[in-house]
């Protein structure tokens, strides 16, 4: 079930974000601590033993990470609002390279505030890239947004929002995901899993120490636009290892 579940949500998180889209909110009685009870397809969300995000914590650190390789090379092509949240597609390829396998980028998309937190601390925003191997084993690079100075590279995606779900327009700027990136990316890894229903666990996380930063009008942009606070609350760790580079 769970290898149906990663094969269901790669195959369409690139179009829409989720398979089940519609069927759950981030409040109310269809909220995050009801995931579960919303069908049997969630049930990871209620009973899962790995879920994300989680509060990165530096005293579990227990060795060190090889380096991911990023080979960034295609641009964003168009951005959409799923009801969830907004997303950028990219074309066919750009990937990372972790453990020797590599995975190909589909899709980045946002948060508000951030759903990892990092010692503790949450940030306005948080970026998840969304990679696939050739299996559709999943491999999500969590980028922590601050509020600070505009984004240039956000500013093109923003100049292009879509305000209303379902809304899809293509990207006239070239929009590079390398250019979303902090300049260091030492990183966090840990397994866990989709941080929405139907919670799947298996997926490598990879979120990066350093931030990147955005300006407060750009932070209040998004959160127009999705209407609410998008973000899961963290999980229990329970016995997993965060392993740092």
């Known amino acids: 079930m769970l290898k149906k579940h990663l094969v269901m949500f790669a195959a369409a998180i690139f179009v829409s974000a989720s398979a089940y ?3 759950w909110t981030y409040e109310g ?3 995050p601590e009801h995931w579960g009870e919303l069908s049997p397809d969630f049930e990871a969300c209620l009973k899962g033993k790995s879920q994300s995000p989680i509060d990165i914590q530096r005293e579990i650190e227990a060795a060190k990470a090889v380096p991911i390789k990023f080979d960034y090379a295609a641009d964003a092509s168009e951005i959409l609002n799923n009801g ?3 997303q950028a597609n990219i074309a066919a390829g750009s990937s990372i390279t972790v453990d020797g396998t590599e995975f190909q980028l589909k899709q980045f998309h946002f948060h508000t505030p951030s759903e990892n937190l990092i010692h503790g601390q949450s940030f306005p925003m948080e970026m998840h890239l969304v990679h696939a191997d050739k299996d559709g084993n999943l491999a999500v690079v969590g980028v922590m ?3 600070g100075k505009e984004n240039a590279a956000l500013a093109k995606l923003w100049a292009q929002l879509p305000r209303h779900a379902d809304e899809k327009n293509a990207l006239s700027a070239r929009v590079n995901p390398s250019s979303l990136l902090p300049e260091s990316r030492g990183y966090y890894r840990f397994d866990g899993s989709l941080t929405t229903p139907p919670c799947s666990e ?3 996380w990879l979120v990066l120490k350093d931030p990147i930063s955005a300006s407060k009008e750009q932070v209040e ?4 636009v999705v209407h609410e606070r998008n973000a899961r609350p963290v999980q ?3 016995a997993r ?5």
């Open 29 to 31: 009685e269809e909220g």
């Open 21 to 23: 889209a519609g069927h």
């Open 236 to 238: 229990a760790v329970n």
């Open 145 to 147: 947004i601050k509020e």
């Open 241 to 245: 290892i965060i392993v740092a580079d």
């Open 202 to 204: 298996g997926v490598r």
């Open 84 to 86: 969830h949240t907004v």
């Open 221 to 224: 942009a998004f959160a127009g």
